[in-house]
């Protein structure tokens, strides 16, 4: 086994979902246990919940602000500093294992197609800054009072930066690129046009 398999993302969440079975799950508990994966292992963490068909009362905002801060820290190089409060919050342990889960079997179908590639896109600093500030803008739209349905979106564009971020694969940076493309898109037309209006034209578009 090679070292990308044995810090595969699929074995992280498994290790995560388990965390579960001791104790109550808190940021800080979690950041402990991924120390080595950095910041973009806990956007990754922070918005694949945001893709689940579950509603999050109350966690949209913190989660959407954590992820900004995150993503900025990527950015600059700068190390986040978050209040102990917010690191000592309870996490629903239903929802860590929920969304591990799922993460799981999303992973263990894609997880072979994912892999290193492209390096001067990943190593290019002007794209791996890009990629943070586009984690930022995307968590500040997750912390927004917007229509439900629309926490999707941004959710998908900060997953899928995370993952290129963490596994160096500068393809999917790119594609990472495209979704904060259809977020731009999305939310500069939401205020216009309206969310059922966007809705439609999605549906004719599909």
Sequence with gaps: MNVHDEHSLSREFQEIEDLCDHGSMTLQ??????????????????????????????????????????????STGWKPWLPKTWLNRNIPEDLIRRFCRTARKFLSKVERFIRPRYGWVHKNRVFKGGAGTMITICGALLALPLPPGTNAPPAAAIVCLSVALLEGDGLLLMVGYGLFAFNAAFFTLLPIVGYEAILKILSVGF
Excluded: Q, Y
């Design 29 to 74: 508990r979690i950041i402990d246990h991924i120390h080595g994966r950095g910041e973009a292992m806990l956007t990754l963490v922070l918005a694949g919940p945001f893709l689940l068909p579950i509603p999050l009362p109350g966690l949209s905002i913190p989660f959407g602000v954590l992820i900004a801060i995150f993503g900025f820290s990527l």
